[in-house]
């Protein structure tokens, strides 16, 4: 399996940034994508997550509201549209491929079998 994530990159606060992950190499029927996001010196932080088959999407609290997940079967592709950026959302942004169970959905050892590369956000005040 591959995860391949892009769209990071340099933005003032208040802009908004689409992040992409393509995936290769599995049939995600059965699966969940999500969105994971490390800052220098803090832990690995869970940011959203989405069902392959049914769509059903989850949010970490401090993003409600001002993300979105989605995805595009014909691309195997998820989506994180993220808006009204703040410079706390500069991280690291990682895109994972797992089978977790509801309860362990925000757990970045909870079911998330593999990662991808991560792609840099970063957000100016």
């Known amino acids: 399996v591959q995860l391949v994530e892009s769209g990071g990159g340099l933005v003032q606060a208040g802009d908004s940034l689409r992040l992409s992950c393509t995936a290769s190499?599995?049939?995600?029927?059965?699966?969940?994508i999500a969105w994971f996001r490390q800052a220098p010196g803090k832990e690995r932080d869970f940011v959203a997550a989405?069902?392959?088959?049914?769509?059903?999407?989850y949010y970490a609290d401090s993003v409600k509201g001002r993300v979105t997940i989605s995805r595009d079967k014909s691309k195997n592709t998820a989506y994180l549209q993220m808006n009204s950026l703040k410079p706390e959302d500069t991280a690291v942004y990682y895109c994972?491929?797992?089978?977790?169970?509801?309860?362990?959905?925000?757990?970045?050892?909870?079911?998330?079998?593999?990662w991808g590369q991560g792609t840099q956000v970063t957000v100016s005040s």
């Open positions: 994972t491929l797992g089978t977790p169970i509801t309860s362990s959905i925000q757990n970045r050892n909870g079911g998330w079998h593999h």
């Open positions: 190499g599995r049939t995600l029927t059965n699966y969940a």
């Open positions: 989405i069902r392959w088959s049914s769509g059903t999407t």
